[in-house]
T-cell receptor, first 114, second 113 residues
Framework: GDSVTQMEGPVTLSEEAFLTINCTYT??????LFWYVQYPGEGLQLLLK?????DKGSNKGFEATYRKETTSFHLEKGSVQVSDSAVYFC?????????????FGKGTLLTVNP | DADVTQTPRNRITKTGKRIMLECSQT?????MYWYRQDPGLGLQLIYY???????NKGEISDGYSVSRQAQAKFSLSLESAIPNQTALYFC????????????FGDGTRLSIL
């Protein structure tokens, strides 16, 4: 079945540091890939998505590129802020429009210190 | 106002009690979902519904039931709660088009003693 593996946390960075959170996946066909963010006490929010190979999703300074050859969708940000402290989830949806079954990674806790 | 509203936000109850968690949405989406979040395990799908008459089991439906009362309302029930159902529960919605993201409520923290 489909699966998502993301780097284990917690990750602790200083403000303005570079961020990478690795995500790799196993899926048949052509899945869509997502990054969600969960701030303390809140539900998950879509951060960015990519629906086909070589697509780059971007939002709020975060970027991730859908790499089919390496089955990866790593999240990056050039300069993190304290307000980026949250849990980040990589997820995939099967291809063909059947987005009902999102498969999530286990989440990576990011803490950014001033 | 939140697009996806869950009630209650927190609940503490005893083993054996019947619990209902409610979810309502103003996004006009047909698809609704219930997830469970446990520390270090990500999210697991409990049930999902494509419309009022279409309800399906997810990965971990045992011990849970759902009711889709209207397009905007989807409730989750624990008929006889047990301690290992202590978790954070999320409702989500999505549109019916391909690759549409899911939109989450703020969650219900459920503790079963």
């Amino acid at each position: 079945g489909d699966s998502v593996t993301q780097m284990e946390g917690p990750v602790t960075l200083s403000e303005e540091a570079f961020l990478t959170i690795n995500c790799t996946y196993t899926a048949t066909g052509y899945p869509s890939l997502f990054w969600y963010v969960q701030y303390p006490g809140e539900g998950l929010q879509l951060l960015l998505k990519a629906t086909k190979a070589d697509d780059k999703g971007s939002n709020k300074g975060f970027e991730a590129t859908y790499r089919k050859e390496t089955t990866s969708f790593h999240l990056e940000k050039g300069s993190v802020q304290v307000s980026d402290s949250a849990v980040y989830f990589c997820a995939l949806a099967p291809g063909g429009g059947s987005n009902y079954k999102l498969t999530f990674g286990k989440g990576t806790l990011l803490t950014v210190n001033p | 106002d939140a697009d996806v509203t869950q009630t209650p936000r927190n609940r503490i109850t005893k083993t054996g009690k019947r619990i209902m968690l409610e979810c309502s949405q103003t996004k006009g989406h047909d698809r609704m979902y219930w997830y469970r979040q446990d520390p270090g395990l990500g999210l697991q799908l409990i049930y999902y519904s494509f419309d009022v008459k279409d309800i399906n089991k997810g990965e971990i439906s045992d011990g849970y039931s759902v009711s889709r009362q209207a397009q905007a309302k989807f409730s989750l029930s624990l008929e006889s709660a047990i301690p290992n159902q202590t978790a954070l529960y999320f409702c989500a919605t999505s549109g019916g088009g391909s690759n549409q993201p899911q939109h989450f409520g703020d969650g219900t923290r459920l503790s079963i003693l």
